[in-house]
């Protein structure tokens, strides 16, 4: 798959755009773009192998079989291991950043409980 990328000068991702902050649609200068943590870690690999990024956005349930039939080179879209998947393909090492909080003061405590409570703030 490597020598086909690099022969090809295109690296081809698949994603489901509707898992933000992975990826997800998003209007720039009035243009509907598909952005997210996922897209910049596409963009780097790409950068890195020195050949172009192609995004291919299909269903999620969608993505494990067109990565099979070489429709996709790789699959970056937020896919969390399981014993199941693990049977069809080979996952990386994990890239999330779950470890990380938002921070807020002492006395705001009772007010930002969960991450739900950020919707809306003023
Ligand atoms: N992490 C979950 C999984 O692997 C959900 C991923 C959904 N990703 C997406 N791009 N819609 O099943």
Do not use: C, Q, W
């Not at 009035?30 to 172009?52: F, N, Q, W």
């Amino acid at each position: 798959v490597y020598d086909k990328i690099i022969e090809k000068g295109v690296l081809n991702v698949g994603l489901s755009a509707d898992y933000p902050p992975y990826e997800f649609h998003t209007m720039i200068d009035g243009k509907d773009t598909i952005v997210g943590i996922d897209i910049s870690i596409a963009e780097k690999i790409a950068d890195d192998l020195g050949v172009d990024l192609k995004i291919t956005e299909m269903g999620f349930d969608g993505l494990l079989g067109a990565l099979k039939t070489e429709k996709i080179d790789v699959i970056i879209s937020g896919m969390t291991p399981t014993p199941e998947r693990e049977k069809e393909v080979n996952f990386s090492d994990a890239y999330n950043f779950s470890k990380n909080r938002i921070i807020v003061r002492k006395e705001d405590k009772e007010r930002f409980k969960s991450l739900n409570d950020f919707t809306g703030v003023k």
